[in-house]
C-alpha cells in the first residue's frame, strides 16, 4: 500500500477521533447544564425551605434577602449562558473544521485510487478489493473471476498518432469496459496499457462469454468510426480457486491473455502469408472446401 494512501488512513482516523471526543463534549456541556439547574434549585431551595419551616404552611421570605437572591440569580443565569453559548459557538466551530478534514481526506483517499488519466481504479485499489472480494467469494459459496487485457500494438499507436492520441486510446477502452461489464464489477488499470476487470458470482464460463461480448462491442465501436483508430486488445481469463493470492491469479490470467495474444498473432501472420503467396491461398481455400465436405 503506498505512502500516500496510509497518511490519508491515518489522518481519518485522526478526524474519526477528535469527531467523537467532540460527542463527548457535547454531554459534557450537557451535563453542566444539568448541574447548573441543580445548584440553582438548591440555592433556592435553601433560602425558601426556612421560611416554610418556621412560617408553617404559609410563605414569608425576608424582604430584605429578595433582591440580592434575584439579583444573583440573574447573575449566575447570565454569566452561565455566556459560558454555554461561548462553548457552543467553539464546538460548532470545531465540527465544521472537523468535516471539512474529513471531506478532503476522502478526496484524497480517492484520488489515491483513482487512476487521473482514465477514471477507473487503479493497482492500489485492487490491494485492497482483493481481499474484499475473496472474502465475500468464500463467505457466498460464489465464483470470483478476472479479465485481463493488454492494448494491441500500443506503441504503434503512439508512433503513428501521438501521445495524445495514445492517451485518448486508454479512455477509449476504459470507457468501454465500464458500458460492457455490469455496474457490481470492477474495472481497474493495472498500468500501462493493461486492464483488469473483477467479475464477483461470476465462473469461469460466463467470465468467458463476458470477454466475447467484449469483444463483440468494440467491434462494433470500430465500425462506428468513433475516431481515426480502431480499438484492439487481446483478453484473458482466470477464476479465483481456495488458497491462491492476488499474484497467482494475475499470473493465470496473464497467461491466458498471452495465448489469445499469440494465437490473433499466428492468426494474422498466416493470413498474410495467404494473401501474398497464391499458392497457399490456394491451398488454404482447398482446405477449408475438404472441412466443409
Known amino acids: ?96 473544521r472537523l468535516l471539512r478534514e474529513l471531506m478532503e481526506s476522502a ?15 487503479n493497482r492500489r485499489y485492487m490491494d485492497e478489493v482483493f481481499p474484499r472480494e475473496i472474502s465475500k467469494a468464500t463467505r457466498g459459496g460464489t465464483d470470483l473471476s478476472f479479465v485481463m487485457l493488454d492494448v494491441d500494438g500500443f506503441k504503434d499507436i503512439n508512433t503513428k498518432f501521438g501521445h495524445f492520441a495514445g492517451d485518448q486510446y486508454l479512455r477509449d477502452v476504459a470507457t468501454l469496459l465500464k458500458k460492457t461489464f455490469r455496474g457490481s464489477d470492477t474495472v481497474l488499470r493495472l498500468g500501462g496499457d493493461e486492464f483488469l476487470v473483477i467479475l464477483p458470482e461470476t465462473s469461469n464460463k460466463q467470465a468467458q462469454r463476458a470477454a466475447e461480448r467484449l469483444l463483440w462491442e468494440t467491434r462494433w465501436w470500430n465500425q462506428a468510426g468513433h475516431a481515426k483508430y480502431e480499438l484492439a486488445f487481446s483478453c484473458g481469463v482466470a477464476t479465483y480457486q481456495k488458497g491462491m493470492d492476488i499474484k497467482e491469479v494475475l499470473e493465470l490470467a496473464d497467461r491466458d491473455m498471452y495465448r489469445s495474444k499469440r494465437e490473433k498473432q499466428a492468426s494474422a501472420a498466416a493470413e498474410n502469408d495467404a494473401w501474398v503467396n497464391p499458392e497457399a491461398r490456394r491451398t488454404s481455400r482447398v482446405r477449408a472446401s475438404d472441412e466443409v465436405h
Not at 67 to 87: A, H, K, M, R
Not at 107 to 121: G, H, I, Q
Request: net charge neutral; with cysteine; hydrophobic share 50%.
Open 1 to 96: 500500500m503506498s505512502t500516500e494512501h496510509l497518511q490519508s488512513e491515518s489522518q481519518s482516523a485522526e478526524v474519526y477521533r477528535d469527531m467523537e471526543a467532540l460527542s463527548a463534549r457535547d454531554w459534557q456541556l450537557w451535563s453542566i447544564c444539568a448541574l447548573m439547574l441543580v445548584v440553582v434549585a438548591i440555592g433556592f431551595s435553601a433560602f425558601v425551605l426556612p421560611n416554610l419551616v418556621w412560617s408553617g404552611v404559609t410563605f414569608h421570605a425576608d424582604r430584605r434577602y429578595m433582591p440580592q437572591l434575584f439579583f444573583g440569580l440573574l447573575t449566575l443565569i447570565i454569566l452561565f449562558n455566556v459560558y454555554i453559548l461561548d462553548q457552543k459557538r467553539t464546538i460548532d466551530r470545531t465540527r465544521k
Open 107 to 121: 478526496k484524497a483517499r480517492e484520488v489515491a485510487l483513482v487512476d487521473p488519466l482514465t477514471s477507473v481504479f
